[in-house]
C-alpha cells in the first residue's frame, strides 16, 4: 500500500509543469496591464403605475414611493402625500406630507386617530399608518388642535401596497404591507447593487463658441431660428480635458425651454451624446445630439425638467454625469399624473464616483 502511494505522489509530480520564473518583457507587461473596466448598464428606468387615486414606481435599486393623487380637473390639493419603502429584509417606511401649514398635524384612517407629529414620519409611527392605510377608504390629516386640513382618497392605496410588496419581493411574507403571510423576513431579496457612472469633476477653463458656432449648433440641432440671435450668448462651462461644454437655448413655449447641447474643443464643436433619451427624447438612440428642457449645469452635473403643465406637478427631472465621452444618465425622477403632486417618484439611480 505505502509503494503504490509513493508511485502515484511520483506520478503526480512528473505530470505536474515545473514552476517557472517567467520574466521576459512580454510576460511582465501582461500581468501589469490593467484589467478593462466593464461599461455601466444601459439605463432602464422603472415604469410608473396608476392605481386610482395613487401612482407609484420604483427604481433600480428596488427603493419603491407612492403618491396620493387629487380629484381629476380640480385644483391642487391642501395636502399631498407620499410613502416610501427601501427593499431589502428591514424594508423601512418614510411617510410624508406636503401642505402650506408649518405646524404639526394628526393623522386618521376612517376617524381612527393613527398618529400625530411633523410632516415627516418613519419607524413603528409610519408603519402604523401603513397599516391602517391597507384596509382604509380615507385617510385625514388635521391641525395638532383638531381643525381640519384635507380628506385624502385610499381609492387604490392597497393596490400601490400591493405593487411595492411584489415589487420587492413580499408578498405572502411577514413584511408585506398588504396580505402578510408566514414568509419570515429573511427570505426578502436584498436590494440590487447600483451601477456607479464614473465621471470627471469639471476643471480647467472654459472657451467661448464664436457667432458662427452658436449659429452652426442652432442649424444641426433643427432649432427655431425666430427669436434666437447668432450673436446671443450661449451658456458655458468647463468639462475639464480641454474640453468646454455649450448650451445653446433652441425653443421656448409657454414653461419649457429647451436647449441643444455641444462641446467645444479645439476650435471644433461636436454634438453631446447621452446614453438615455434626454429632453423630450431628442437623444433616443446614439449619436443623435442630446437636448435638455429647462436645464443647466450644476454642482458637475447638466439637469433637465420636462413639465407636463406649467403648475410643476407632473413632468421628468434628470441629471447626468461627464465620463469624458458622452453624459451618463445618474437620477431620473418622474410624475406622470397632473393631479395635484408635486412630489416625483425615482425611476433610476446611479451614484458618481470623480475620477
Not at 462651462?237 to 421656448?252: D, Q
Request: with cysteine; charged share 15%.
Amino acid at each position: 500500500m505505502t509503494r503504490t502511494l509513493a508511485l502515484v505522489a511520483l506520478a503526480a509530480t512528473a505530470c505536474s509543469p515545473a514552476p517557472t520564473n517567467d520574466t521576459t518583457p512580454a510576460n511582465v507587461a501582461a500581468a501589469a496591464a490593467p484589467q478593462a473596466t466593464p461599461p455601466p448598464p444601459v439605463p432602464k428606468p422603472g415604469a410608473l403605475k396608476t392605481f386610482r387615486d395613487w401612482t407609484v414606481g420604483c427604481d433600480n435599486g428596488l427603493t419603491c414611493k407612492m403618491a396620493s393623487l387629487g380629484p381629476e380637473d380640480a385644483e391642487f390639493p391642501a395636502v399631498t402625500m407620499s410613502v416610501t419603502r427601501v427593499a431589502g429584509p428591514r424594508g423601512d417606511w418614510k411617510v410624508e406630507f406636503a401642505s402650506d401649514e408649518d405646524d404639526a398635524i394628526t393623522i386618521a384612517v376612517d376617524d381612527m386617530r393613527v398618529a400625530a407629529g411633523d410632516d415627516e414620519f418613519t419607524g413603528p409611527t409610519a408603519a402604523a399608518i401603513i397599516a391602517a392605510m391597507a384596509n382604509g377608504n380615507a385617510l385625514q390629516v388635521s391641525k395638532a388642535g383638531g381643525a381640519p386640513l384635507a380628506t385624502l382618497s385610499l381609492a387604490g392605496a392597497s393596490a400601490a401596497l400591493r405593487y411595492i410588496d411584489a415589487m420587492q419581493g413580499r408578498a405572502g411574507g411577514v413584511t408585506a404591507a398588504v396580505a402578510k403571510g408566514a414568509t419570515p423576513a429573511g427570505a426578502v431579496p436584498a436590494a440590487p447593487a447600483l451601477p456607479t457612472i464614473s465621471a470627471f469633476a469639471p476643471y480647467g477653463a472654459k472657451l467661448a463658441p464664436s457667432a458662427a458656432q452658436v449659429a452652426e449648433m442652432r442649424r444641426v440641432s433643427g432649432c427655431d431660428t425666430e427669436g434666437f440671435t447668432a450673436e446671443q450668448a450661449a451658456e458655458t462651462h468647463a468639462l475639464g480635458g480641454g474640453k468646454t461644454l455649450v448650451i445653446v437655448p433652441c425653443s421656448s413655449g409657454a414653461y419649457n425651454l429647451s436647449a441643444a447641447l455641444f462641446t467645444l474643443a479645439d476650435g471644433k464643436i461636436a454634438p453631446v451624446i447621452t446614453d438615455a433619451p434626454s429632453g423630450f427624447g431628442a437623444a433616443d438612440t446614439p449619436g443623435d445630439g442630446a437636448q435638455i428642457v429647462n436645464g443647466g449645469f450644476d454642482d458637475g452635473l447638466v439637469t433637465s425638467y420636462v413639465k407636463g403643465r406649467g403648475l410643476g406637478d407632473c413632468g421628468v427631472s434628470q441629471k447626468f454625469a461627464w465620463d469624458g465621452t458622452q453624459l451618463r444618465l445618474v437620477e431620473q425622477e418622474e410624475m406622470g399624473e397632473c393631479r395635484g403632486n408635486t412630489e416625483m417618484i425615482r425611476t433610476w439611480t446611479a451614484p458618481v464616483v470623480r475620477k
